[in-house]
């Protein structure tokens, strides 16, 4: 079985502060992936990262960063220096090497950046 | 260009109405998909399309009729539609059907209302 936990279901920070956001993974497949996705009030899911589960190294995309612990089974994103335009629903997802096209997501962060 | 476009934007229909949902990529993906987005919810993942044949059918009521007429257009067709199919529809579409842990690109959606 496959579950994505985002713990954090509603997050308000004011702009230029950094913000973690937590997801949690379960899978019992030792090959698998997974995303983060961005869903700004406009509604269209924006791709942000993919991970698979063989490649540990942490990512930094400007002022985007992910942390992925095995150990652990998370993969948490950070913004820093938060921005009123990110704020927006962002989704964790997983997907087992052979477990067909069907992605889990997790219930989603809405992160809110105050002016 | 990862842009996946859908029409239209919004839709209002009553229970007896049929309408269709239009999905386009040009990216030469050749899986795509049709989710619902309920309100605070993930994504739902209703159908899959690999190589222009249905490969994965969520147990959809049979009022919602997926098609794919060729490797770039994805259709939904809905008829008697109940107030509690009202959702964003989301369509999205992914590289290589074989390769099931690709990266789904999404398009901005259709917000459906069902009086």
């Known amino acids: 079985a496959q579950k994505v936990t985002q713990a954090q279901t509603e997050i308000s920070v004011v702009e230029k502060e950094d913000v973690t956001l937590d997801c949690v993974y379960e899978?019992?497949?030792?090959?698998?992936?997974l995303f983060w996705y961005k869903q700004p009030p406009s509604g269209e899911l924006v791709f942000l990262i993919r991970?698979?589960?063989?490649?540990?190294q942490n990512e930094i995309s400007g002022r985007y960063s992910w942390n992925f612990q095995k150990s652990t089974s998370s993969f948490n994103f950070t913004i820093t220096a938060s921005q009123v335009v990110d704020s927006a629903v962002y989704f964790c997802?997983?997907?087992?090497?052979?477990?067909?096209?069907?992605?889990?997501f997790g219930p989603g962060t809405r992160l809110s950046v105050l002016p | 260009d990862t842009e996946v476009t859908q029409t239209p934007k919004h839709l209002v229909m009553g229970m007896t109405n049929k309408k269709s949902l239009k999905c386009e990529q040009h990216?030469?993906?050749?899986?795509m998909y049709w989710y619902k987005q309920k309100a605070k919810k993930p994504p739902e993942l209703m159908f899959v399309?690999?190589?222009?044949?249905?490969?994965i059918n969520e147990s959809v009521p049979s009022r919602f009729s997926p098609e794919c007429p060729n490797s770039s257009l994805l259709n939904l067709h809905l008829h008697a539609l109940q107030p509690e199919d009202s959702a964003l529809y989301l369509c999205?579409?992914?590289?290589?059907?074989?390769?099931?842990?690709?990266?789904?690109?999404f398009g901005p959606g259709t917000r459906l209302t069902v009086l």
């Open positions: 999205a579409s992914s590289q290589d059907p074989s390769g099931n842990t690709d990266t789904q690109y």
């Open positions: 899978t019992r497949d030792t090959t698998y992936y």
């Open positions: 991970r698979n589960s063989f490649d540990e």
């Open positions: 997802a997983l997907n087992q090497n052979n477990y067909g096209q069907n992605f889990v």
């Open positions: 990216m030469g993906h050749r899986a």
């Open positions: 399309y690999s190589y222009e044949k249905l490969s």
